[in-house]
């Protein structure tokens, strides 16, 4: 398939340069020449790559990445700009948490020589097909990492959320943020479901072995409630665990919405029958949240981590941050508050009365064999405090 690629610069120069370069290897090329006009023709941004400038006019690359982040888009983001590097490196890091895929920084005067090789040398070049998929499932190239949740009233870590890593032998690690869409058009999403549950609950029997008694979050797309079998699977995949599903949280991602609520109930329900706790995903974001923790049987909210990665120097994010955790409470819910960064995050967050939260503060996902270093190293040291 050929790679599509859009120029978002006001400079008809590089617009032209660009589009010879990108051209040579192998893409369609579109240009914009800022913000205005792809408020206007979003279609513009169904594309693979993004050269974007950060002096547009009016507008700037960052008012772009704001938009290109509240269309949570897969795109991959090449910053190309006159700009300084002090403003590039912030350009790029401001995307990078609210979770884009950012390339870099090229500098203008270095396109010529610099996109080319660059293109070449980036892994992301070939994006995986679904028999790419099926062949990483089936060859083991999926792996999980585990993310440590903590409990903030007390520091302790109470639990991990499983999060699947597709490590490929030529490739390199592939992101999530481009295979899970992927599995989710071609309705491999149940398969990898039931592959990655069925790790994380061994993983878990392995550390209940130890004496750990860690929690487990594991993500279901809404697409698994309507596989034909989901609740027949389900039961032959935990017998093996049975006696062990409490502190098991199926956490319900938002990435596509549901369409009957009543089938939905029932499948989620018959799962939480068997012991499993039904957890929200990146609340606030997305599709119909509100109706769908009203309509359907959550055990926990958890808030998204674009609120919460700006709750401490933000106000808009700060009151919804606050708000959502009052309605979780209200509504009888656990609160997790997703993507903590920073302490003052973490003491807003747990003053207001969230009961746990997970972030870079405390770790990043890890492989299995990391997490249990780290583990031990926690448990050795006393707790962490602000
Ligand atoms: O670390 P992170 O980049 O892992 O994950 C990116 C996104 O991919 C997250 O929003 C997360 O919900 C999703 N994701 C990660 N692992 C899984 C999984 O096992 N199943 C599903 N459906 N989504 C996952
Ligand atoms: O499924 P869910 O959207 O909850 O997945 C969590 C996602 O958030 C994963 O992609 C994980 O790597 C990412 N993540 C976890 N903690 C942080 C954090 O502190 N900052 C940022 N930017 N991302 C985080
Ligand atoms: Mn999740």
Redesign the pocket.
């Known amino acids: 398939m050929t790679q599509r690629a859009l120029i978002i610069d006001d400079d008809n120069e590089i617009q032209t340069l660009g589009q010879l370069l990108l051209g040579r290897c192998g893409y369609t090329v579109t240009t914009a020449s800022g913000l205005g006009e792809l408020a206007r023709q979003p279609a513009l941004l169904d594309t693979d790559l993004i050269l974007l400038d950060f002096d547009l006019g009016e507008f700037t690359g960052l008012h772009v990445i704001e938009y290109l982040d509240d269309l949570r888009l897969d795109a991959a983001i090449l910053l190309v700009s006159g700009c300084g590097e002090t403003t590039a490196n912030e350009v790029v890091r401001f995307g990078?948490?609210?979770?884009l895929r950012m390339l870099g920084f090229l500098p203008k005067a270095a396109l010529a020589t610099r996109l080319v090789p660059l293109l070449r040398h980036l892994s992301w070049h070939k994006p995986p097909t679904a028999d790419d998929l099926a062949a990483a499932m089936r060859q083991e190239h999926l792996f999980l990492a585990y993310?440590p949740q903590r409990e903030l009233p007390s520091g302790r870590i109470i639990g991990v959320?499983a999060?699947v890593r597709w490590r490929d032998p030529q490739q390199g690690l592939v992101s999530?943020?481009r295979f899970i869409p992927l599995a989710e058009q071609s309705q491999q999403i149940v398969e990898l479901t039931w592959h990655v549950l069925e790790r994380a609950l061994a993983q878990r029997d392995r550390w209940l072995a130890c004496g750990w008694s860690l929690e487990m979050a594991v993500?279901i797309s809404p697409l698994l409630l309507k596989a034909p079998d989901a609740i027949a699977k389900f039961d032959r995949l935990i017998a093996p665990h049975a006696e062990n599903l409490h502190g098991v949280t199926l956490?319900l991602?938002e990435s596509s919405g549901i369409d009957c609520f009543g089938y939905a109930r029932h499948v989620l329900a018959a799962l939480r029958e068997r012991g499993c706790r039904l957890s929200l995903?990146?609340f606030g974001t997305g599709y119909s949240s509100m109706t769908q923790l009203y309509r359907l049987p959550f055990d926990e909210l958890?808030l998204?981590?674009s609120f919460v990665?700006r709750c401490d120097h933000d106000r808009g994010a700060r009151a919804i941050t606050l708000a959502t955790v009052d309605l979780g409470r209200r509504l009888g819910l656990e609160v997790v508050a997703?993507?903590?960064?920073t302490w003052p995050q973490h003491d807003l967050l747990r003053d207001a009365g969230c009961h746990r939260g997970?972030?870079?503060?405390f770790a990043?996902?890890m492989a299995a064999m990391e997490f249990d270093r780290w583990y031990r190293q926690q448990a050795a040291l006393p707790l962490l405090t602000a």
Do not use: A
């Open positions: 990078r948490t609210s979770g993310q959320e999060l999530p943020d993500n956490e991602t995903d990146d958890k998204d981590r990665s997703e993507g903590i960064e997970q972030g870079y503060l990043r996902p």
